[in-house]
């Protein structure tokens, strides 16, 4: 029987980003304005231009990193098309299409709202996949053939509860210990770090990875310490279908969910009222 998913009462997520790559569409920048009149009637009423994203694809073997794309452009050629935000009107929803990637994000705004959880957002990055896959069918720019899905989850831990200083991280981290072989050096001003696990599948063969960054920082707002931890899962999908590339967004979220509840201590399981089940 598999256990439930870990849950807290008090999440320390502000951002949530689920990321869909394909292959690239025959996507120009003046079908921009006329995709926005489709989302705009979604809600997403705000536009801003961003530059693209370059691809990320996850490698097994001799190179064990997850393979960056480069774009090389020539002086013939156009100029890079945007990634195009539509965002709604609070401005802490957006989803962000590019010619080979739809993005669907919830972020936390100013009034602080309570996190959106998983099972709403995927819902949205579906309905706003099928926006786009309607759009590309009318105006024939090809095909959406997804190659790779990504999650990434920003989680906000604040000092005060758990912990008081950056140098803390063994408050908040399992896998980080201020234990020295003598007594020369001092607790650290501060720590951060990037560990990477691989995801396997039932038989064992590797899918993706969850990475997973930690670094200091400070509250924006008020100047609180906070310890930034990002988590992301990313991964090829078993066929290039719709329904495999959702399992696997599934799958990722559960690697997410479980990565974190794994990494952080139970001190701050407390803090963040941790329960069992969604």
Request: proline share 7%; hydrophobic share 35%; aromatic share 10%.
């Amino acid at each position: 029987m598999v256990s439930p998913l870990p849950d807290f009462e008090i999440p320390p997520v502000v951002e949530v980003a689920i990321s869909l790559q394909f292959t690239p569409l025959e996507l120009h920048a003046s079908h921009f304005g006329l995709l926005w009149q489709r989302f705009r009637s979604e809600g997403y009423a705000r536009t801003e231009d961003h530059g693209p994203l370059e691809p990320a694809i996850e490698q097994f073997g001799s190179t064990q990193q997850p393979q960056i794309g480069v774009r090389l452009q020539t002086f013939d050629d156009a100029p890079p098309l945007p990634r195009v935000w539509f965002l709604n009107d609070q401005q802490n929803e957006l989803i962000q299409v590019q010619r080979d990637r739809i993005i669907v994000n919830w972020r936390q705004g100013a009034q602080s709202e309570p996190y959106l959880r998983y099972a709403n957002i995927i819902k949205r990055h579906r309905a706003s996949l099928l926006v786009l896959a309607q759009f590309v069918q009318a105006e024939k720019l090809g095909e959406i053939v997804p190659m790779q899905c990504e999650i990434t989850y920003v989680n906000h831990l604040l000092a005060g509860a758990g912990w008081t200083r950056h140098g803390d991280l063994d408050s908040v981290v399992t896998t980080w210990r201020n234990q020295y072989s003598d007594s020369y050096l001092p607790a650290p001003e501060d720590v951060r770090f990037l560990a990477r696990y691989r995801m396997n599948d039932e038989q064992g063969e590797p899918r993706g990875r969850l990475h997973v960054t930690v670094h200091p920082a400070f509250r924006t707002v008020d100047k609180q310490p906070i310890i930034v931890m990002k988590l992301t899962a990313r991964g090829t999908p078993r066929s290039a279908s719709e329904a495999d590339a959702y399992a696997l967004f599934d799958r990722e979220h559960e690697w997410i969910v479980r990565g974190f509840t794994s990494i952080t201590t139970k001190g701050m399981h407390s803090v963040w009222r941790r329960k069992d089940g969604d």
